[in-house]
Every structure is written in structure tokens, then in C-alpha cells.
């Protein structure tokens, strides 16, 4: 399977303790996107990384969140001190470069987070 | 920021009925992009329009891009049951990344 492979697909956790998802993309795309998204809601971004460069990151990734792709291949994110509105579908998407910036984004099955 | 909203936010049809999907940017889009998530699955990537007025046809789904270039909509005709799932359409945010409309949920009883 040559698409984009998450893990784990599922981790439980208590409420404080620290956590890491890791992140396989397609392996000639140079984009790596990371998602959140909850029950009824759209995929929410994160942040994005070109290669090894982590160019962009939301608001929304607070400052226990945080994320490297040290070789510009696989990417991990960590979760420090965990709360339960981290609970939620973490989803991972590589891209290529394409027409006018923007190309298709491929979307791994995801890791959901449960805190307890 | 900009934002993408969706409406409706559900839908549920008879198989064989029509079904559209509509999405609104409060800012002009340099192009849109549309999702497939079955339940329990991860987005897919459908389509993407660029140009102001475009439409794209992919069998039984239609995809238009607004002159403004601050809407769209897809359509599909003659629902199957394997339409079922969330539809999302995604503009660009100030990088490459997407911002996600809250998606439609389309039901197709037979």
C-alpha cells in the first residue's frame, strides 16, 4: 500500500499524560499537512510542513502541541499534557507540488484520541 | 480569516432523487476543492475548479465554481446508495493548507 499510513490508528489516554502520532506520507510528496477534526465538523488545520520546514501552524495548535518532519519524510505530533478537548480525530495528508500552489491532498485513515 | 460554510447541513433522499450541495467563502477562492468522507473513513479528494465560471463533470457529479469565484456548489443526479457519506468543499488558507466547510452529510434510503 503506497498511500499515506497513520499510527497508531487509535490511542487512549488519561487526562496529563503526553502522547505521539506518527505519520507516513506518499513518499515523492514534499507537503505534510496535519488535521484535527471532531464529530460533525470539517477537518480543522494544524499545521503544514515543505520538506524538513514546518512553514505554517494555527492558532489553534497551542504550545503543547508540536510537531517535526526531521528528515522531510515521515512526520510525528506530540500532545503534552493532555486535556479532554484534545479528544478528537488527528488525520495526516501529503501533497506534491501542483498548479497555481494547491494539489489534491492525499488523507491517511487517521489516529482518533480519546482522553480520558 | 476566511471562512467556508456549507449548506445544508444534511440531506437525506430517496434513491434516484437529485441532491446539491452548496458552499460560501466570505472571501474570493484562487480555487476550491471538493472531499468525499464515507463514515467511518478519511476525506478523498474529488475535484478541484480554478477558474471563475468553470464546471467539471465526473459522471454523475457536476461541479461549479462561481463567477466570483466565492461559491460552488456540486451536484449529483439519480443518487446511488454508495453516494452516501460527508461532502466537503475547501478553500485555501494563506499557505497550501485547506480550510474545511462543515461538510454535508448526504443519507440515500432505497
Known amino acids: 500500500d503506497t498511500g499515506v499510513s497513520q499510527n497508531p490508528r487509535h490511542k487512549i489516554t488519561k487526562r496529563g499524560q503526553n502522547v505521539t502520532f506518527r505519520c507516513d506520507p506518499i513518499s515523492e510528496h514534499n507537503r505534510l499537512y496535519w488535521y484535527r477534526q471532531t464529530l460533525g465538523q470539517g477537518p480543522e488545520f494544524l499545521t503544514y510542513f515543505q520538506n524538513e520546514a514546518q512553514l505554517e501552524k494555527s492558532r489553534l495548535l497551542s504550545d503543547r502541541f508540536s510537531a517535526e518532519r526531521p528528515k522531510g519524510s515521515f512526520s510525528t505530533l506530540e500532545i503534552q499534557r493532555t486535556e479532554q478537548g484534545d479528544s478528537a480525530m488527528y488525520l495526516c495528508a501529503s501533497s506534491s507540488d501542483g498548479l497555481a500552489g494547491l494539489s489534491e491532498q492525499f488523507f491517511g485513515p487517521g489516529t482518533r484520541l480519546t482522553v480520558l | 480569516g476566511q471562512q467556508v460554510m456549507q449548506i445544508p447541513q444534511y440531506q437525506h433522499v430517496q434513491e434516484g432523487e437529485d441532491f446539491t450541495t452548496y458552499c460560501n467563502s466570505s472571501t474570493t477562492l484562487s480555487n476550491i476543492q471538493w472531499y468525499k468522507q464515507r463514515p467511518g473513513g478519511h476525506p478523498v479528494f474529488l475535484i478541484q475548479?480554478?477558474?471563475?465560471?468553470e464546471v467539471k463533470k465526473q459522471k454523475r457529479l457536476t461541479f461549479q465554481f462561481g463567477e466570483a469565484k466565492k461559491n460552488s456548489s456540486l451536484h449529483i443526479t439519480a443518487t446511488q446508495t454508495t453516494d452516501v457519506g460527508t461532502y466537503f468543499c475547501?478553500?485555501?488558507?494563506?499557505?497550501?493548507?485547506?480550510?474545511f466547510g462543515k461538510g454535508t452529510s448526504l443519507l440515500v434510503t432505497p
Open positions: 475548479l480554478v477558474k471563475s465560471g
Open positions: 475547501a478553500g485555501p488558507n494563506s499557505g497550501y493548507a485547506l480550510n
